[in-house]
């Protein structure tokens, strides 16, 4: 089965946390926080549509100005979501620039910043210099962003300041099946697309597809496409050691097929990890276990482990394997 989503560290567990999420068939990408992107190909920064920002530390949020730059000539619109000051820190970035010859710039910055219970909505555009312009705002229900055939969520945590957790879910896989195909004398092509989005939007069985200038209906094709339980990818970085947050990241990470977590300090310097508000390995790895999640990425070390480098994945990983 292929994924719909490829997901990847950028950078090393001891830089910058930032996770690439490319989306198969598709000319988009996300990014889970905005760190460093430097090693990102051009090509793949072009497609980013979405960034999803835990908070605005500088290890967190300086790759805005690569990005930025990157996309000022695109016509797509690029989305921010991040915690209430999102709005205000894009804002500073952009104000920190002069714009006097970008009225003819098609970018879009779309900023949503994110409280407990409420989405504020700002934008920003090159045709009028990236001049704020408030849009309203709207509940927050946990959902951040729904489409067609995923939703993203947030789990507002704390760091000493407010900070989010993300996940990613698609609603359910569809995979074809090849054999089927080839019994029944269809091609492989652009109509498989469109027939997994209507399946996705819950068409109508009458709904017809003309293949190889023959007419088929969504029921007569239906035996081609195998449904399965979709992805779940979830994100958290930097957040403090107490019982509320991990209650709060167990449950926004449950059964995730992946979860990427912070391991900052090892367990042994848990009274540092309080102090800073940080997770340590172990307690990345009981998350883990919790929330009975298949695959762990630990990541976003504590510099002073460089001479350990592989401490707080065994760390993380002899807690997430532990049987209770």
């Known amino acids: 089965m292929k994924p719909t989503f490829h997901h990847r560290l950028v950078n090393n567990p001891f830089e910058d946390p930032c996770v690439h999420v490319r989306v198969l068939r598709e000319k988009r990408a996300f990014l889970f926080d905005l760190g460093c992107i430097s090693r990102l190909d051009p090509g793949d920064i072009q497609k980013i549509t979405d960034v999803f920002v835990t908070h605005t530390h500088i290890d967190h949020f300086?790759?805005?100005?690569?990005?930025?730059?990157?996309?000022?000539?695109?016509?797509?619109?690029?989305?921010?979501?991040?915690?209430?000051?999102?709005?205000?820190?894009?804002?500073?970035?952009?104000?920190?620039?002069?714009?006097?010859?970008?009225?003819?710039?098609?970018?879009?910055?779309?900023?949503f910043g994110i409280e407990e219970n409420i989405v504020r909505h700002s934008g920003f555009y090159a045709g009028n210099c990236f001049r704020r312009i408030d849009l309203g705002e709207r509940p927050f229900d946990g959902i951040v962003l729904k489409e067609t055939p995923f939703e993203i969520r947030a789990a507002c945590l704390m760091h000493q300041i407010p900070c989010l957790g993300f996940s990613?879910?698609?609603?359910?896989?569809?995979?074809?099946?090849?054999?089927?195909?080839?019994?029944?004398?269809?091609?492989?092509?652009?109509?498989?697309?469109?027939?997994?989005?209507?399946?996705?939007?819950?068409?109508?069985?009458?709904?017809?597809?003309?293949?190889?200038?023959?007419?088929?209906?969504?029921?007569?094709?239906?035996?081609?496409?195998?449904?399965?339980k979709g992805q779940k990818m979830s994100y958290v970085a930097d957040s403090s050691m107490n019982e509320e947050n991990?209650?709060?990241?167990?449950?926004?990470?449950?059964?995730?097929?992946?979860?990427?977590?912070?391991?900052?300090?090892?367990?042994?310097?848990?009274?540092?990890?309080?102090?800073?508000?940080?997770?340590?390995?172990?307690?990345?790895?009981?998350?883990?276990?919790e929330a009975g999640v298949k695959s762990l990425v630990v990541m976003h070390f504590s510099p002073k482990y460089r001479e350990c480098p592989d401490a707080p994945e065994k760390e993380a990983m002899m807690e997430y394997n532990k049987r209770e």
């Open 62 to 111: 300086i790759g805005f100005d690569i990005l930025l730059r990157s996309l000022l000539r695109r016509e797509i619109p690029l989305r921010v979501f991040g915690p209430a000051n999102i709005i205000g820190c894009i804002e500073g970035k952009l104000k920190g620039y002069t714009w006097n010859l970008i009225s003819e710039y098609p970018l879009k910055i779309e900023a």
């Open 168 to 228: 990613l879910n698609e609603e359910f896989h569809i995979n074809v099946d090849k054999a089927v195909l080839v019994e029944m004398g269809l091609p492989v092509g652009p109509w498989l697309s469109e027939f997994k989005k209507v399946i996705r939007v819950g068409g109508s069985s009458d709904t017809e597809f003309i293949v190889k200038n023959r007419r088929y209906t969504l029921g007569e094709l239906t035996p081609i496409a195998n449904i399965t």
């Open 246 to 289: 991990i209650r709060k990241v167990i449950e926004l990470a449950k059964d995730s097929d992946t979860l990427y977590c912070e391991a900052y300090f090892l367990e042994e310097d848990r009274e540092r990890a309080i102090e800073r508000h940080h997770l340590t390995a172990k307690t990345a790895g009981r998350i883990a276990r």
